[in-house]
């Protein structure tokens, strides 16, 4: 998983020629700590169909601010720069992800 910040989101994640999975998650958010493993095996699932990023929202709190993220987990999914669907909270589970990264391709 390629870790995004402010400096690189709009290369790797706007510019992106591949679907972009983007997980925005807390350092103290349990449930993206406990997602996290999950999403680096879909992410190796994935690789070379869908790229996956990371967002640390606590060092990054402008750029989740302009996503109008309002909490963790969340997960936006990318295609051709532009957000198709994004899952948060209670909704962000594996098979959520897994079936939202399906329908990127």
Do not use: H
Not at 9 to 28: I, R
């Amino acid at each position: 998983m390629i870790e995004v910040t402010k400096d690189n989101y709009e290369a790797e994640v706007l510019q992106s020629a591949m679907p972009v999975v983007v997980d925005l998650w807390g350092p103290k958010c349990g449930p993206c700590l406990a997602l996290l493993p999950s999403v680096e095996e879909l992410a190796q699932e994935y690789e070379g169909k869908v790229k996956f990023c990371k967002l640390n929202v606590v060092e990054n709190r402008r750029q989740v601010i302009s996503l109008k993220v309002m909490g963790v987990p969340t997960f936006l999914f990318y295609k051709g720069g532009e957000v198709q669907d994004r899952l948060t909270g209670g909704d962000a589970t594996i098979e959520g992800i897994r079936e939202r990264t399906q329908k990127l391709l």
